[in-house]
């Protein structure tokens, strides 16, 4: 008995050793291709990649679908939205008008919109609007935001005057919190100085990059080859999402793009074609939390050769879209990843090409635990869902690390609220709590659920908790003010 085993054993080694040949062998673009299509057929992407090693291309690649309804394939040529991709134009319209000496980073938002308040623009400068720590309240945080505000078409005015003369969340320039209306502050700022709209002056530093295929998607352009936003449901597939209006998003989000024209601005990101470069290095100049003027910043030692990288990186999430650029500056490595569905988990996407790109070991991607739980509930109900959640909570918690594993099954929920199935949801984000009670995500999760359910006392209870566990949630707060009638 123990001969056989070890004949097995060796026998698996000896497999194992000749497929680590087969895989050692492939070239890096091979890697990525099996990669993306293991990805693609879990369904688990629906987009474009773009991979480039010192500065040249060496992956370009649709895979599924532009428009389901039509059955168009995506492509290298397919336009995405951005979302908060968006932002790092943003700060470099900015950078541009510091260069010219229209304004300065150190100036104040009083001294270029006079129509905001003014105790609270005196106090915020444009260095503190383009690094987060500017203390104005983040408007998709708003309980109402998707009722109330997401689908509204707004002017430039209109838009700052739903957050201007909120209280701001900390002193400026104390702390770091990502706002995406800070963002728009800074677009309203460009409006102002330049005496054009956004989407003009974004023209105006795109069109000598030859980045023809980038714009402002306004909710009147029509903009060709561009790909419609999808939403995983449980229960249903891929469907539509609700209707959000990009004017909402003025200088977060709003921007579309292709594989090319980004990786256009990928290269000139290298340049003196932009700005002068002492405004380039204070762009990737991480500040608090690592953030820097539209990126996101930070090093890495590659285990291989010990040298010490730099990674500049913004990713963007809105209905239906989900997108991520990697930059490695040191050797020009560059990561683009675009869908137009939100299923995608784009960091995990980025780390194995990372680890293709600088010869790490990696894994191929496997069926997701909601997937699984998600399959079972559709199939046989959630008694039988719930016993696959027990099941998956012993067997792949420890590979998955809490925090994910909750990520997971709250995304699952989520999906069932979006998809109007409010039972189901519950159930799910019930064993969420059930199963880790400890978590301020999971009481928020199901305080929600409870609210759009229309159960107020359940909602209230549920959201107090988070709060209990998480005391610093502003949202939560604005919440729980909101069930009271406060």
């Keep these: 008995m123990d001969f056989l085993g070890t004949d097995r054993s060796l026998l698996l080694s000896i497999f194992s050793f000749f497929i680590f040949i087969a895989v050692s062998g492939q070239s890096k673009k091979d890697k990525i291709d099996e990669l993306m299509k293991a990805y693609h057929e879990l369904d688990q992407f629906n987009g474009a990649v773009l991979v480039a090693q010192n500065g040249e291309i060496i992956f370009k690649e649709g895979f599924g679908l532009a428009n389901m309804e039509w059955e168009v394939p995506n492509s290298s040529e397919t336009k995405f939205l951005l979302a908060s991709v968006s932002k790092q134009f943003t700060a470099m319209l900015i950078l541009k008008l510091v260069n010219e000496g229209s304004i300065k980073l150190e100036g104040r938002i009083s001294d270029y919109l006079d129509y905001y308040p003014k105790p609270v623009g005196r106090e915020i400068s444009v260095h503190q609007l383009l690094n987060h720590t500017s203390g104005i309240p983040d408007i998709t945080n708003f309980p109402d935001f998707d009722s109330a505000y997401a689908h509204k078409q707004f002017t430039t005015k209109e838009l700052l005057g739903t957050f201007q003369s909120l209280e701001l969340d900390f002193r400026p320039g104390s702390k770091f919190g990502y706002s995406n209306t800070g963002y728009s502050v800074l677009a309203a700022i460009i409006e102002k100085v330049t005496g054009t709209s956004y989407a003009m002056a974004l023209k105006t530093l795109l069109g000598p990059l030859g980045m023809k295929d980038t714009g402002y998607a306004s909710s009147k352009t029509v903009v060709k080859d561009y790909a419609s936003g999808y939403r995983w449901a449980p229960l249903d597939g891929y469907i539509n999402p609700i209707y959000f209006d990009n004017s909402i998003s003025l200088g977060s989000g709003g921007i579309y793009s292709t594989l090319d024209d980004l990786y256009k ?91 293709i790109l600088y010869d790490r070991p990696y894994d191929l991607p496997e069926l997701e635990v909601k997937n699984m739980v998600a399959d079972v509930l559709r199939q046989k109900g959630i008694d039988a869902a719930r016993e696959k959640f027990l099941e998956l909570k012993e067997t792949k918690l420890d590979e998955y690390g809490e925090r994910e594993f909750i990520y997971e099954f709250s995304k699952l929920g989520y999906g069932l609220v979006l998809s109007d199935h409010m039972e189901e949801a519950i159930e799910i984000y019930k064993l969420n709590v059930e199963a880790f009670p400890n978590s301020a995500k999971v009481f928020d999760d199901l305080g929600e659920a409870y609210m759009l359910n229309g159960n107020k006392e359940l909602a209230i209870e549920h959201y107090g908790k988070s709060l209990e566990l998480d005391k610093g949630n502003k949202r939560v707060k604005r919440m729980l003010e909101k069930l009271r009638g406060n």
């Design 265 to 355: 601005w990928d290269q000139a990101l290298y340049t003196d074609e932009l700005v002068a470069d002492s405004l380039m290095r204070k762009m990737r100049t991480p500040y608090k939390n690592e953030y820097g003027y539209g990126f996101w910043i930070w090093e890495w030692e590659n285990p291989n050769t010990k040298e010490l990288l730099t990674f500049m990186e913004h990713g963007g999430s809105n209905v239906g879209f989900n997108t991520l650029i990697f930059r490695s500056i040191d050797d020009k490595n560059l990561i683009i990843l675009l869908t137009n569905t939100n299923e995608a988990k784009l960091g995990f996407i980025r780390n194995r090409i990372r680890s």
